[in-house]
C-alpha cells in the first residue's frame, strides 16, 4: 500500500513538523502531539498552496464513485488529494452516490472513510422512515415521537386509509417511497385519484403552513452522524429556507399548483416566478433563504425560536433513533472498523403556523449543488466542517481559535428516557 497514513506519520514527526507550522494542522491531546487536520471553506476559491501542503506531503487520496460533486472534489482538492480512479482501492476518503456492496464494506482499513452507513435507506427511504417511527410511537408512546403527519403506504394498507379518509376529506400528499427532488409528488382530495398499481406513500397534508409574506416554505438541515454505537450526531448551525413560488391558498381549486404546494427546490426553478439571489451576503431574498436570516425573521415577528430549535433537534435526534438498531446491527456485521463509515443526511423540515415542525424527508446524498452565491457560501463550510470531525484525526481541542473550529453542533444523547422527557 503506497498511500501514508497521516496520523501515524505526523505522530512520528511531531516536533520536527510542528516547527514548521503546517496550515491546517491543529495539535490535540493531553501532550498535545496528536495531529488534527483542518479543512477551511476558503480554500474552494483562494487556492492555497500552503493550505495544500499537508495532503500533497502525505500523499492523501479520495475517490468520487457514482455520483458527481464538484464541491466535494474541489474541496479536497484544494487541500492536496489526488483522485484516484474509482476502481482504485488506495484512497484514505471514498465519496459516493449509493451504498456500499457488504464485500467492499468488510474489505476496509483501519484508516479508510466512506460517506454512507449501510443500511441507511431504513432513514431516507419514506416506507422506510415512516414505519420506523410508527414502531417507536406504538412502542414508546404516540406523542413521544410525533414527528410525521398521519401516513399510509398503499396499496397494502389501502382500507385504513380509506377509513381515515371518511373521517376527515381534506387533501392528502401523494410521494413515491423512493425519489427526490419533488418527482412524482401529488395533492389528492379524493381517494379515487390515487392509483394502486405501485407502492406509494399517502399523507395527511399539513393545510396550516408557517407563512413568509404569504408563502410557504420548507428547511433544509444538515446532519452529520459519526457513530450509530454509540450514536453521535452533529447539527450544522446553517440551512436554507426554501420558498414557494406562488402565495399559499388552501383552497381546493389550487390542489393542482405544485408551485403553491411544493417548496422543492427542483421544482420551484422551473417557475417564471422563481426569483434567484446573486448576492452571497443577502440571504433573506428571492426564493432560497439561509436558516439564520428566516430565524431572525421569525424573531422579528415574536416567534420562540429558540423552542422551535429544541423542537427540530428533538425531531431530529428521535428520527435516527427510530432506524438506530438496524443501521448499528449492519455496521457491526459489515463494517470492520468503527470510524470507517459516516453520513450526512439532508433533513426536509416543515413549520406549521403552531410553530409546531414536522419531518418531510430524510435526503441520502442530500444535494450539493451550489446553483446561487448563498449555496456556495453555506455548503462550502458544511463540507469542511464536516471533512474536519469525520477524518481520521480526533476532534480538535486545546488552543485553537474558535473561529477554526468546526460549526457543528452536537447533540448529545444521554439516554433514551432523558430524550423522552425533552
Known amino acids: 500500500m503506497r498511500l501514508v497514513l497521516l496520523r501515524q506519520d505526523l505522530s512520528a514527526k511531531t516536533h520536527s513538523v510542528k516547527s514548521q507550522k503546517l496550515p491546517c ?5 493531553v501532550s498535545k502531539r496528536i495531529p488534527v487536520l483542518l479543512f477551511c471553506a476558503e480554500a474552494i476559491v483562494s487556492k492555497d498552496v500552503a493550505i495544500r501542503s499537508v495532503g500533497e506531503k502525505y500523499n492523501l487520496a ?19 488529494f489526488h483522485e484516484v480512479h474509482p476502481n482504485s482501492n488506495d484512497f ?8 456500499l456492496k457488504p464485500y467492499l464494506l468488510r474489505s476496509l482499513q483501519d484508516f479508510q472513510k466512506v460517506n454512507h452507513f449501510p443500511r441507511s ?9 415512516y414505519k420506523n417511527i410508527q414502531r417507536m410511537q406504538q412502542t414508546h408512546g404516540f406523542q413521544n415521537f410525533h414527528i410525521v403527519p398521519q401516513t399510509f403506504v398503499l396499496p397494502a394498507e389501502y382500507q385504513e386509509f380509506s377509513s381515515s379518509f371518511s373521517k376527515d376529506k381534506g387533501a392528502w400528499i401523494i410521494k413515491p417511497v423512493a425519489s427526490s427532488r419533488g418527482r412524482g409528488i401529488y395533492l389528492v382530495s379524493s381517494p379515487s385519484q390515487i392509483p394502486l398499481d405501485e407502492n406509494i406513500l399517502v399523507s395527511r397534508y399539513i393545510s396550516n403552513p408557517l407563512l413568509i409574506d404569504g408563502f410557504k416554505f420548507d428547511v433544509r438541515l444538515y446532519v452529520l452522524v459519526t457513530s450509530y454505537d454509540p450514536l453521535l450526531i452533529y447539527l450544522y448551525e446553517e440551512g436554507l429556507a426554501r420558498f414557494a413560488t406562488v402565495k399559499y391558498d388552501h383552497a381546493t381549486a389550487n390542489i393542482k399548483n405544485q408551485f403553491m404546494h411544493l417548496t422543492n427546490y427542483s421544482v420551484n426553478k422551473k417557475s417564471s416566478d422563481y426569483v434567484s439571489c446573486d ?3 443577502v440571504e433573506d431574498y428571492g426564493n432560497k433563504w439561509s436558516m439564520s436570516a428566516m430565524l431572525r425573521y421569525l424573531r422579528q415577528e415574536g416567534k420562540d425560536t429558540t423552542l422551535l ?17 438496524h443501521i448499528a446491527t449492519a455496521c457491526k456485521m459489515f463494517v470492520p472498523h468503527r470510524c470507517n463509515c459516516f453520513e450526512l443526511y439532508g433533513f426536509d423540515v416543515l413549520i406549521d403556523s403552531n410553530l409546531k415542525p414536522w419531518l418531510l424527508e430524510v435526503n441520502l446524498s442530500p444535494s450539493l449543488a451550489c446553483d446561487a452565491p448563498l449555496d456556495l457560501k453555506i455548503k462550502a463550510s458544511m463540507i469542511s466542517d464536516m471533512f474536519s470531525l469525520v477524518g481520521k484525526f480526533p476532534f480538535p481541542t486545546g488552543s485553537e481559535s474558535q473561529s477554526t473550529m468546526p460549526k457543528m453542533k452536537r447533540i448529545v444523547q444521554i439516554s433514551f428516557d432523558y430524550i423522552l422527557k425533552a
Open 25 to 29: 494542522v491543529a495539535w490535540s491531546g
Open 62 to 80: 479520495f475517490k468520487i464513485v457514482r455520483t458527481e460533486s464538484r464541491l466535494v472534489r474541489g474541496i479536497l482538492v484544494n487541500h492536496g
Open 92 to 99: 484514505n476518503l471514498m465519496w459516493t452516490g449509493s451504498h
Open 121 to 129: 435507506f431504513e432513514l431516507t427511504r419514506k416506507d422506510r422512515l
Open 279 to 281: 448576492d452571497p451576503e
Open 309 to 325: 430549535m429544541g423542537q427540530i433537534e428533538d425531531l431530529i435526534v428521535k428520527a435516527l433513533l427510530s432506524a438506530e438498531i
